[in-house]
């Protein structure tokens, strides 16, 4: 199994700054997209932005601009950079992981979530 658990959410004024992390941990074969999803109450769970292995990326469109997701293999860590926040970013951000895990006899690849970081953008 994957464990993933985030940091570093909390309240920030508009026009603030915070950065997420989330560490990916347990018996892992191999990490492969790793991402940020938010949601607020009563819609749907959104992309907010995404990282390959490899180092490509994807946002959504209402963060381009203000937001970097960034990661660092080695540490089996994902990050987003949020910058220019506005009370439309007030929602629970999620990490999400495609990756492998090893069995006793082999590995087995899923999809993983953190247990999510509120974020609120208020003055």
């Known amino acids: 199994q994957v464990q993933l658990v985030e940091s570093g959410g909390g309240l920030v004024q508009p026009g603030g700054s915070l950065r997420l992390s989330c560490a990916a941990s347990g018996n892992i074969h191999n990490i492969y997209d790793m991402g940020w999803y938010r949601q607020v109450p009563e819609r749907q769970r959104e992309l907010v932005a995404t990282v390959t292995n490899g180092g490509n990326t994807n946002y959504a469109d209402s963060v381009k601009g203000r937001f970097t997701i960034s990661r660092d293999n080695a540490k089996r860590t994902v990050y987003l950079q949020m910058n220019n926040l506005t009370p439309e970013d007030t929602a629970v951000y999620y990490c999400?992981?495609?990756?492998?895990?090893?069995?006793?006899?082999?590995?087995?690849?899923?999809?993983?979530w953190g247990q999510g970081t509120q974020v609120t953008v208020s003055s």
């Open positions: 999400n992981t495609d990756a492998s895990a090893w069995t006793s006899r082999t590995y087995v690849r899923g999809n993983y």
